[in-house]
């Protein structure tokens, strides 16, 4: 049985294809520029696919910078905050859900609200506070303050999907003699796949992204992360386009490519068996 | 606060489970809790608390600090442009937030339905999320200025008689930087939503083709009200993200023209880092608090009456 | 490569601080940031932060921080470079809040006063006999930029001196003369509404941010207009004058009428230079620096269309003028040698001088023949040079409100005479806070 007749499906797939065009468009831009030669970015008209193709942009900056090494400390960065934050988030996300602990509203109210506050407002406090642990020049300078500053976003979104279990489950467990942490590892966190793999790749992108704290918090060069490096190519002086749009793409490939080989579990449909009937 | 939100769908029978267990629901609760608390309570808590001591001081993140009561509160009174950025704040999060919300939910439904190359559209429309937000803010810094390809296409086409100011323009620059914020979140809020549409079960949906519903009736009375939750997770996290926002503001605008698209979070980086005035930025941050922190309240308090 | 592991007792301790930072220790921030000079001599490590030379100029730097430690046994440089001005600032400001001070700071002018202002920098007197030799060896007008209230707080690194980069082509297009650039801002309004007229290109860009050499608010003021922007006495804006109000409203016709891009409104300097590489603009007022982006983004037979001269004459008589300077904090650890160092450095600049057109701070260095050589370096070291913005510690606010009414004024939301006098007004507001 087809869902959308061929009229619905026609205006859907236009309007899809509208929005991934919009998606799309200044990624493969980026993409067209990064292959482009040094005089055919400001061609007029621009040119959308490049007349010369040219590898030379990602030759140079690959061994430009330092920009290796500032690849490698943005993965290790960026998996610890990830690992960290959705570890932590989840006990917590759990406890938010099913107990009924005595402060727990306080808690959550001083979560969200926290939140909101602007990262600049607290990034001098922050800095004292990391370098008196002598968390400088360290990796744990990026995960440990990067992870709690993105906590609350996967706090909420695990405590809504363990609160959406279903009771049963959990009688089920108790009456099996379940303690708590055996409940939480063994049962209930294989039915909230899709919500941490949701968390992780939200966190890491924004770990990946952040441009401000590791170039504060990190001393030596051989330190920065991708996007602290994405900065010396696009700064004042130096933004030469070509060259931006080749560390661009290098700075967002593996984020890309972690998305498409984990995507299965984002869109995993395992909870739906768990909860049907 | 009861009945609100904050203990979502489940709690009110006794846990004897827990209880059982000796620890109790507090005990139990709080060692859950511990690791979490330990972390926020060190690198969040820690620093707005600093930040709000700040607030009664003139610090300049340079020498120590005087006590100066409610001073910066006062000049904040007085200040047109914080004036100015609050509104900014408002507007885009408002509107930001409202099409985050809307515009993914059918799109979801499309893809959970089985419309055709679906695996396609949802990788493609998830791909501006995990570009690196200063990448893609430059990408369209590129794109829409003055003499970019987005203009060039306009008038050429002809679809506008010269080039739109997309970023200098005041009245149009805050919807550039908040239009490019909804570019590059869309996919977050389709993957909750199809992750919220995961759970529901098929036989629902059954039902209501065989009792001759057409989508949109679908649309509206089973699917929206099964992604409560999520609307609900979806809306908290586009407010949060859109009064947090910097990054394209600071690539896109720089808060101009003439502080046409400066906001609130823009204002106090601003502030601290090139004007030197820490006590100044940290009551803007500590308004701004109060300010989200009656709206969560509130908007608890209208989430509880509803259920 | 990856950062070393702190022991596991030092972790532990950390989680501990962590948690008892519950209890608003506040002590870090609020303690002093001074701290005593330690005596000077022995070995030594020098932190050494410059801003955007990485990228590019890597050999450069290494090169002569690795000559200066063999000539200076027990000395190691440590040197990090921060990709951007405006990240300086954040940078700077939490390592001191933390403790974590560098030695030796490249800083520009719009943050000097405030360190100058909070004693949180040395003033070169205090840590050599003989200031004033040492101020007779750099060219004065970049010595100057860091004296403030009558000390001198920086070393002159390197500088830039606006001038006119033009279009030939487009030139030549409009009936203009190529080899005849406009030599003062009567001419270049006109060569701007005929290179408009004609091609449809626009006549100019000038955008409106920090970068002086690149023109800002005060070089539209003070170095075009000839109006001075402080009273005698430093309390009182004083730029309000009808010689200015007429100039702005030039310049706000020009955008209105499309001679002037309208990128200048809330464009950067890269914006502008974006114009000009794409043939859309026929002038932009910028240091020949600009020469050397020119040629990495554009093709061989576009790039000859780009011509250098001397920035027209204003009615203040000089070329506006940027620097990068070497400041030492109080905070230092080895301030005799952080100065030791920073005059080494700025001596170095004819080598930074030869991969981009600079001008150094040095007076025996601008001297140098090389700079007759070309065009680019002559327009550096014949131009007088002058620094427009006032040394006030307030001076980014004060140029951020003048921007945004100049914002307002060149899109037609108010008129130019009431932009200048709502800037004017703030900039009374902010000389009498005092800081």
């Known amino acids: 049985m087809k869902v959308f007749g061929l009229g619905t499906r026609t205006a859907v797939l236009a309007v899809l294809t509208a929005g991934a065009a919009l998606a799309l468009a200044p990624v493969l831009w980026l993409l067209s520029t990064s292959f482009k030669g040094r005089g055919d970015v400001f061609a007029v008209p621009p040119e959308l696919v490049p007349a010369s193709p040219t590898l030379d942009n990602y030759a140079y900056v690959w061994n430009q910078a330092d920009v290796q090494r500032y690849f490698v400390n943005s993965l290790l960065a960026s998996a610890g905050t990830v690992l960290l934050n959705v570890s932590v988030a989840a006990l917590l996300g759990f406890a938010l859900a099913r107990f009924a602990f005595r402060g727990r509203k306080l808690l959550f109210l001083l979560g969200i609200s926290t939140m909101v506050v602007p990262f600049p407002a607290i990034m001098l406090p922050l800095f004292v506070a990391a370098k008196e642990m002598g968390l400088t020049d360290h990796l744990l300078g990026i995960v440990l303050p990067t992870a709690a500053v993105n906590m609350w976003l996967s706090v909420y979104i695990l405590r809504e999907a363990f609160a959406g279990l279903p009771d049963e489950l959990e009688e089920a467990a108790r009456i099996d003699g379940c303690a708590p942490p055996r409940m939480f590892l063994q049962v209930m966190l294989p039915l909230v796949k899709a919500p941490l793999a949701t968390s992780a790749i939200l966190v890491f992108t924004l770990t990946w992204s952040d441009f401000l704290w590791p170039l504060v918090i990190m001393q030596d060069h051989g330190n920065f992360t991708i996007s602290v490096g994405l900065q010396y190519f696009m700064s004042t002086l130096t933004s030469n386009w070509h060259h931006i749009a080749a560390v661009a793409v290098i700075a967002s490939l593996p984020v890309v490519v972690i998305f498409l080989l984990l995507q299965r579990y984002f869109f995993t449909d395992v909870l739906s068996g768990a909860t049907k009937g | ?307 | 490569m990856v950062p070393t592991r702190p022991s596991r007792r030092r972790f532990l301790a950390a989680t501990a601080i962590g948690a008892a930072s519950l209890m608003i220790s506040a002590c870090g921030v609020f303690g002093g940031t001074t701290s005593e000079a330690a005596p000077s001599g022995g070995p030594a490590t020098l932190e050494f932060w410059t801003i955007n030379l990485k990228e590019g100029y890597t050999p450069y730097i290494e090169g002569a921080i690795s000559r200066y430690e063999q000539q200076h046994p027990g000395v190691t440089i440590k040197w990090v470079d921060i990709p951007d001005f405006e990240q300086t600032q954040s940078k700077l400001l939490a390592a001191i809040s933390g403790g974590a001070t560098p030695d030796v700071v490249n800083m520009t002018p719009f943050i000097l006063p405030k360190f100058a202002a909070t004693d949180t920098i040395y003033p070169i007197d205090e840590l050599t006999q003989d200031a004033g030799a040492v101020a007779a060896e750099y060219v004065p007008g970049l010595w100057d930029a860091g004296v403030i209230g009558g000390k001198a707080y920086a070393i002159p690194f390197y500088g830039s001196v606006s001038a006119l980069i033009y279009n030939a082509d487009l030139f030549e297009k409009a009936g203009l003369d190529p080899a005849k650039p406009p030599a003062n801002w009567d001419e270049v309004f006109a060569a701007a509404r005929a290179i408009h007229d004609k091609t449809g290109a626009s006549g100019f860009v000038q955008t409106l941010d920090d970068f002086d050499d690149a023109g800002n608010p005060s070089d539209i003021l003070a170095g075009q207009a000839g109006v001075p922007l402080l009273s005698d006495d430093g309390k009182k804006a004083a730029f309000a004058t009808p010689e200015a109000v007429a100039h702005l409203d030039q310049y706000a016709k020009g955008v209105a009428e499309g001679w002037i891009d309208r990128t200048s409104v809330n464009g950067g300097v890269m914006d502008g230079a974006k114009i000009l590489a794409q043939g859309k603009t026929g002038m932009v007022f910028l240091g020949p620096w600009i020469l050397r982006w020119l040629k990495d983004n554009t093709d061989e037979q576009t790039f000859k269309k780009f011509k250098v001269a001397e920035h027209p004459e204003g009615a203040g008589g000089a070329a506006n003028g940027f620097l990068q300077h070497f400041a030492i904090p109080r905070a230092a650890k080895h301030p005799k040698e952080a100065l030791d160092f920073a005059r080494y450095f700025s001596g170095t600049t004819l080598e930074l001088a030869k991969q981009a057109p600079v001008l150094p701070g040095l007076a025996s260095i601008a001297k140098d023949p090389y700079f007759q050589t070309t065009e680019e370096t002559k327009v550096l070291v014949d131009q007088e040079v002058k620094f427009y913005w006032p040394k006030h510690p307030a001076v980014a606010e004060m140029f951020a409100a003048l921007r945004a009414e100049f914002q307002s004024a060149l899109l037609g939301d108010k008129p130019a005479e009431r932009a200048l006098q709502d800037a004017a007004k703030r900039w009374d507001e902010l000389l009498a806070a005092g800081s």
């Open chain 2, 1 to 307: 606060m009861s009945g609100s939100a904050v203990r979502a769908r489940r709690v009110s029978p006794p846990r004897p489970l827990a209880k059982a267990r000796g620890l109790g629901e507090s005990g139990w609760g709080w060692l859950f809790a511990v690791p979490a608390v330990m972390l926020i309570g060190g690198f969040v808590l820690y620093p707005v608390l600093n930040t709000v001591l700040f607030s009664f001081t003139d610090f300049n993140g340079l020498t120590a600090a005087n006590f100066v009561g409610l001073e910066q509160y006062g000049r904040l009174a007085g200040d047109s442009v914080f004036h100015r950025t609050l509104l900014n704040s408002g507007l885009i999060t408002a509107v930001a937030t409202v099409l985050l919300v809307c515009l993914p939910l059918p799109v979801a439904y499309w893809i959970h339905r089985g419309i055709p190359f679906r695996r396609f559209f949802r990788a493609v429309l998830y791909l501006p999320v995990v570009v690196p937000i200063i990448v893609s803010s430059v990408a369209w810094k590129w794109l829409l200025d003055e003499g970019g390809l987005v203009n060039y296409v306009l008038v050429t086409t002809g679809l506008t008689s010269g080039p739109v100011s997309w970023l200098s323009d005041p009245a149009l620059a805050i919807w550039t930087v908040t239009g490019v914020i909804v570019w590059r979140a869309f996919g977050i809020y389709l993957l909750i939503y199809l992750a919220g549409l995961a759970t529901m079960p098929d036989d629902q949906l059954e039902a209501a083709a065989i009792d001759g519903a057409g989508h949109v009736r679908t649309f509206g009375s089973i699917v929206v009200p099964h992604l409560r939750g999520s609307i609900v997770l979806s809306s908290v996290i586009a407010f949060v993200a859109a009064m947090r926002m910097f990054d394209e503001i600071y690539v896109l605008t720089g808060g101009g023209p003439a502080n046409a698209s400066k906001n609130t979070a823009y204002y106090i980086w601003e502030s601290a880092f090139s004007y030197f005035k820490f006590g100044y930025s940290s009551a803007m941050a500590v308004v701004l608090l109060a300010l989200v922190l009656g709206l969560v309240l509130l908007g608890l308090r209208l989430a509880g009456r509803s259920r």
